[in-house]
């Protein structure tokens, strides 16, 4: 029998870890904090958590449109923050019961290499334990990177992970960073009712993601009364008392109650004798895989966020799942960027597919491009929305979809036909001739394909 050793059990370890345990392995996890990992207990699973509250407030702020009148909603932030954190537990909880019902050993402490085919696991009272491996896989995750001028306090200076011990509502939250991270957190603390500055270094928020729908997040968080500090880069983060003070690199000050570090994350791969053991790190200190999740160390596999392959729980399952199809002999299909499907789930949410924007525009791709704006979407017009767009791209010879956009609410659940017909090269013309409910805000995409129809 081939023993699989997985070191780290969030979606990348414990996804993994299921699926040899179905190709017949044997199977140990060593993960430290929790099964499920950071997704569950830290980052996705309690931020989404956190923005279903934020979209109810955000309908209730909507409802006059509609000819409701709401009295005042209040949140009350301690409630929702228990919420939060017992369904992140309730959800780590289910992981561990799979996994034992799968017959996966899993052991609670943290794991290192001791060369490329042993795991030593230190158990939280200090015992260790040798695991011989046929194959090992990496999936230790990332942390939320801090600077020295800006040091977390655990109760106004906060990184992401500690946003739900906060007690009551805050007055003012400076969120620094404005990837997705921080747009997730500014939009959400906004719809919450608390009034939000958001810290951006660069021209506009989330830099990496579609400019277009950029702007119009952009517009309706500035709309609903958010400061966005664009060109201002965060010097540091200083506490006096009640007070946060956020000073930016040009000397400017700006002062609230509390301030949240979206500043991206690295990688947890110190200290575990990765290096010894023949496994090649890059320069930020993420291990370096190939398409089928090898690293350079023979029998040693790596997936999720330590790789810093597209940081998202979904490439993190996918590419331990490939990892394990590899180990065991199963069919595999290298990981394929171009077809991830994810989503920005701010108010209104952002969801991409395929080939972006700027590979266009930089003439990397060779794409023809429409954008139907849902201002114009009956359903969309009847739910009182009037921000968002669906935006498609297809080869001009082909006529097969290349990607999309969607900017809208619940755009995670719309970019599903058009990830669909990325991933399957559907042309267009299909996904045109395909029936939509109507009306429906779907209609809309099915609208965008009709205007890439060439006789
Ligand atoms: C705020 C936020 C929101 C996010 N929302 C989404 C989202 O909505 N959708 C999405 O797809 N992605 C989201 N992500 C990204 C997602 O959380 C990560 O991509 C995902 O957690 C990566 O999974 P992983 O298995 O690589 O690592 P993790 O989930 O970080 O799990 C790694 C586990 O390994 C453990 N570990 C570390 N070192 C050791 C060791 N030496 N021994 C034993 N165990 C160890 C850790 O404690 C942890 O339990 C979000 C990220 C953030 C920061």
Not at 325 to 332: F, P, Q, R, S, T
């Amino acid at each position: 029998m081939t023993r699989v050793v997985i070191v780290g059990g969030g979606p990348g370890g414990y996804e993994s870890a299921l699926v040899a345990a179905q190709l017949g392995a044997e199977v140990v996890v060593v993960d430290s904090d929790g099964l499920g990992g950071s997704a569950v207990l830290t980052d996705c699973v309690p931020s989404k958590t956190l923005i279903a509250t934020a979209e109810v407030m955000t309908d209730f702020g909507e409802a006059g449109e509609l000819g409701i009148d709401v009295a005042a909603p209040r949140v009350d932030l301690a409630r929702v923050n228990a919420r939060v954190k017992a369904l992140a537990l309730a959800q780590s909880a289910d992981i561990e019961s799979r996994l034992a019902r799968e017959g996966v050993t899993v052991v609670h402490g943290r794991g290192r290499l001791d060369g490329p085919s042993r795991v030593v696991a230190t158990a939280t009272d200090g015992t260790e334990t040798t695991y011989d491996a046929d194959a090992v896989l990496l999936a230790t995750g990332a942390a939320p990177r801090v600077l020295d001028t800006a040091q977390p306090d655990g109760e106004r200076i906060l990184t992401w992970e500690q946003v739900y011990d906060l007690g009551e509502m805050p007055e003012h939250v400076i969120v620094v960073g404005s990837g997705v991270t921080g747009a997730e957190f500014a939009s959400a603390y906004q719809s919450l009712g608390i009034p939000v500055t958001l810290v951006s270094s660069r021209d506009r928020v989330l830099p990496g993601e579609d400019q277009d729908a950029a702007q119009v997040l952009e517009d309706v968080l500035t709309r609903r009364g958010m400061t966005v500090l664009s060109r201002s880069r965060m010097q540091s983060v200083s506490r006096d008392g009640e007070v946060v003070t956020v000073t930016l690199a040009d000397g400017r000050e700006v002062t609230g109650s509390h301030c949240i570090l979206a500043l991206g994350s690295v990688p947890n791969t110190a200290g575990i004798g990765l290096e010894s053991a023949g496994v090649t790190l890059d320069d930020g200190g993420f291990v370096k895989v190939d398409r089928v999740s090898r690293t350079s160390a023979p029998g040693v596999y790596a997936a999720g966020d330590c790789t810093g392959v597209f940081m998202l729980a979904s490439v993190a399952a996918m590419q331990g799942r490939i990892a394990m199809a590899h180990v065991l002999g199963d069919a595999v299909q290298p990981l394929d960027l171009g077809v991830v499907a994810s989503n920005v789930f701010t108010s209104p949410e952002i969801a991409t597919v395929g080939v972006t924007q700027q590979q266009v525009d930089s003439g990397e791709v060779l794409a023809e491009v429409v954008m139907q704006p849902l201002a114009t979407n009956a359903r969309a017009k009847m739910q009182g929305i009037v921000d968002g767009f669906v935006k498609l791209f297809v080869a001009p010879g082909s006529r097969s979809l290349l990607g999309g956009v969607v900017v809208g609410p619940r755009a995670s659940e719309l970019i599903h036909p058009v990830a669909l017909a990325v991933t399957e090269r559907i042309t267009a013309d299909q996904l045109a001739q395909t029936f939509t409910v109507y009306p429906s805000i779907s209609g809309s995409i099915a609208e965008a394909a009709r205007r890439l129809h060439r006789a």
